[in-house]
T-cell receptor
Framework: NAGVMQNPRHLVRRRGQEARLRCSPM?????VYWYRQLPEEGLKFMVY????????ESGMPKERFSAEFPKEGPSILRIQQVVRGDSAAYFC???????????????FGSGTRLTVV | GENVEQHPSTLSVQEGDSAVIKCTYS??????FPWYKQELGKGPQLIID?????GEKKDQRIAVTLNKTAKHFSLHITETQPEDSAVYFC????????????FGKGITLSVRP
């Protein structure tokens, strides 16, 4: 049973290019979350998606960033016209559907380390 | 929204000693509190969690305690080993249909051999 798969592990982009980060959740998980990690700043929430729906994008920058989780295929985090400040580790996590009042811990992928040069 | 604070930011202990990491949260509606361990170059891994209907949970050398009145929870690691060296994150969430985990900034634990 594969865990959360993220690719690529490392991505280098020049300023102005587009970055596409992919995340395949664990089998049976229908909730996907994207977090950004900067040194000394911990994990910052970006967006929460379910299949074909964006549930909460309150952590996404208003411009250049978008996310999707289509009916088929992985979740994609897209950053257009990247700038040096976008350099960070981007983590995807997934969880199963909630049942009643229960919450479930997230399972994280290994992350994509984006470097903008 | 929820705000989770974690302190101290770094902690160094001698192998075999105990380590305690504390977190506070702001939203009284939060009722789920997981702890994650992140090793260098890897993603965070869930190590233990606690829900608001219990005050303490233990799993071998690690335990978590929750004080709902004071809105703080702590991770306790006993008999620390060098492989416990990592960054530890606490988090909190409520049970709202669209709730999400809010993380603290993390603490770097170093266990000296």
């Amino acid at each position: 049973n594969a865990g959360v798969m993220q690719n690529p592990r490392h991505l280098v982009r020049r300023r102005g290019q587009e970055a596409r980060l992919r995340c395949s959740p664990m089998k049976g998980h229908s909730h996907v979350y994207w977090y950004r990690q900067l040194p000394e700043e911990g994990l910052k929430f970006m967006v929460y998606l379910q299949k074909e729906n964006i549930i909460d994008e309150s952590g996404m920058p208003k411009e250049r960033f978008s996310a999707e989780f289509p009916k088929e295929g992985p979740s994609i985090l897209r950053i257009q016209q990247v700038v040096r400040g976008d350099s960070a580790a981007y983590f995807c996590a997934s969880s199963p559907a909630r049942s009643g009042w229960l919450n479930y811990g997230y399972t994280f992928g290994s992350g994509t380390r984006l470097t903008v040069v | 929204g929820e705000n989770v604070e974690q302190h101290p930011s770094t902690l160094s202990v001698q192998e075999g000693d105990s380590a305690v990491i504390k977190c506070t949260y702001s939203d009284s509606a939060s009722n789920y509190f997981p702890w994650y361990k992140q090793e260098l170059g890897k993603g965070p891994q869930l190590i233990i969690d606690i829900r608001s209907n219990v005050g303490e949970k233990k799993d071998q050398r690690i335990a978590v305690t929750l004080n709902k009145t004071a809105k703080h929870f702590s991770l306790h690691i006993t008999e620390t080993q060098p492989e416990d060296s990592a960054v530890y994150f606490c988090a909190a969430s409520s049970t709202g249909a669209n709730s999400k985990l809010t993380f603290g900034k993390g603490i770097t634990l170093s266990v000296r051999p």
